[in-house]
């Protein structure tokens, strides 16, 4: 397949290229573009063809749901069955933006797009490329993270380009991402709402709109879910060639402890990486890969310093911990998910 690709610029968008990007994916076409989260995957949403399009393109497990974007308000409700009042007040709080939420869906969305449930998890990206494009596409867009399945998310166009050209239609480059993590998904079906993904809109966030909110207990553990609710919920994810391990304890003994499994590692001619925060970058034996200096950083920086052990040819890899506060639970959700929940205690 011969991959179409464009760069805009989001600060001085060009509408040709959002109306030619709109009406491939209004004709079933797969199209990657930047949203303030990660670069997505998209296809028309109503379009079952399509939709099986980004299932072949990613390797994707055909009964995981994918993510529904659209571009205003008004457009859900042609899509679920209720919009009921903690829906309204997660709308007016944090669309557009990085929060996603699952309804009852309408027979409008096809199976294929649902990964085969009755809900739908639908968003409003804030990123106005993204709103742009699924505006001149006139239809709501399906669209995950735009990488191979299981792999790390992209943020950066090269790390689209080396893995999805061939792959898709086409790929339009709008610069990196603000977040860097996966959107919010909220689940408002059962008695109270319950978080399915952890994100950027964080557990502390949801209760000051909505009270009492829990984060789904099958996130904290290794077992898949048997049928998924929304995506990233089943399977390994996030995940790069190299062995990831989480390190946990104070600064202290966690950095006395992997440098203790980096001499190990040596002895065995394993190439060791360790992803951790900058203020401790010259406190490892091994090559270090720095996650910033706060949380949000952290957030930010984290699935690209997963591509790049790969890069750097690493063969094993120790991750600094994280308090599961704030942003800090998602990126401990991504980091057990891509360590295949392997945590040393240190």
Known sequence: METIIKTINPNDIDMDIIEEFGKML???????????TVYGLGANALDEDAAAKIYTAKGR????????????????????????????????KFWPGPLTILFKKKSVIPDRTSGGLD?????????EVARRIIKAAAVPIAAPSANISGKPSPTKAEHIIEDMKG????????????????????DLSGDYPLVLRPGCVTLEMLREVLGKVEIDPSLMNKDDNIKAKAPGMKYKHYSPDAQVYIVSGDDSSRISKINELIDENSKKGLKTGVLCMSKNLDSYKAKTFDLGNNYEEAAHNLFDELIKLDKEGIDIAYAESFEEKGVGVAIMNRLKKSAGYRIIKA
Request: proline share 6%; net charge negative; glycine share 6%.
């Open 26 to 36: 209004r004709e079933g076409k797969t199209v990657i573009f930047p949203t303030e």
């Open 61 to 92: 497990p055909s009964d995981n749901p994918l993510l529904v974007h659209v571009s205003d308000i008004s457009e859900v409700d042609n899509l679920v069955e209720n919009v009921d009042e903690k829906a309204k007040l997660l709308m007016g």
């Open 119 to 127: 809900t739908v998890a639908i968003r409003m990206p804030s990123d």
């Open 167 to 186: 792959r898709v239609d086409a790929i339009l480059i709008g610069g990196e991402c603000n977040f860097g993590v996966e959107s919010t998904i909220v």
